[in-house]
């Protein structure tokens, strides 16, 4: 769906969110479906929004997912779509994530579609921003550190094999990083509280003494 049909038909969806997310996710995904099945790169690249397609999207990345798709169209398991708002000033920007479970070579992967279809502030963001398929590892999920906004990422499973270690060890040190924030901003604010009580406390006591 090019970026002027989508505008146009979210023009006729105003203030129906769900119908919107589903209408589009359904018309991309059989668009894929159909584009892996005859092989046609062209027709996901035109899927992609102008902004994503600025950023540097390959026509070769594509076809390098379409050979490891191809085949495997009947094993799709369709997991449904995550929605994302953003208002800037009463201007919005809708996007969602699609995620479908898929065996390739009886591995269990998933592919994630990443697309906007509404951009009241851009319309070149409205389209695919991302294509992702990764070895589905329950340990790991999505690797989301090698991921950007837009692209098309392929991670097999040698290759997230090959790294989870690695990214789990960051996931944990990074939570780790986080949870002593938390900790330190904790005690901050019952040191603050407890000076502003023992304060108070004094300012009584200092009171009453001037009374008598």
Request: net charge negative; hydrophobic share 35%; charged share 40%.
């Amino acid at each position: 769906m090019s970026a002027g049909s989508m505008l146009n038909y979210r023009l006729r969806h105003i203030g129906d969110d769900d119908a919107l997310i589903k209408e589009s996710a359904s018309k991309s995904f059989e668009i894929i479906r159909n584009a892996v099945e005859e092989k046609d790169s062209d027709a996901i690249y035109e899927l992609f929004s102008k902004t994503a397609k600025d950023s540097g999207i390959t026509k070769e990345s594509i076809d390098e997912l379409i050979e490891i798709l191809h085949g495997n169209l009947d094993s799709w398991e369709d997991e449904g779509a995550n929605t994302s708002e953003k208002i800037d000033y009463g201007k919005r920007q809708l996007s969602y994530r699609n995620i479908y479970l898929i065996a390739i070579d009886s591995e269990p992967y998933v592919l994630v579609l990443e697309e906007c279809v509404r951009d009241d502030k851009n319309e070149g963001n409205m389209g695919l921003w991302s294509l992702i398929l990764f070895f589905d590892d329950e340990d790991l999920g999505m690797p989301r550190e090698y991921v950007g906004d837009y692209g098309v990422y392929i991670f097999t499973k040698e290759e997230v094999l090959g790294f989870k270690d690695e990214l789990l060890k960051q996931r944990e040190e990074e939570w780790a990083r986080e949870e002593a924030e938390e900790a330190a901003q904790e005690a901050a604010y019952e040191k603050e509280i407890a000076e502003k009580t023992v304060g108070r406390s004094e300012e009584r006591r200092v009171g009453k003494e001037c009374r008598s």
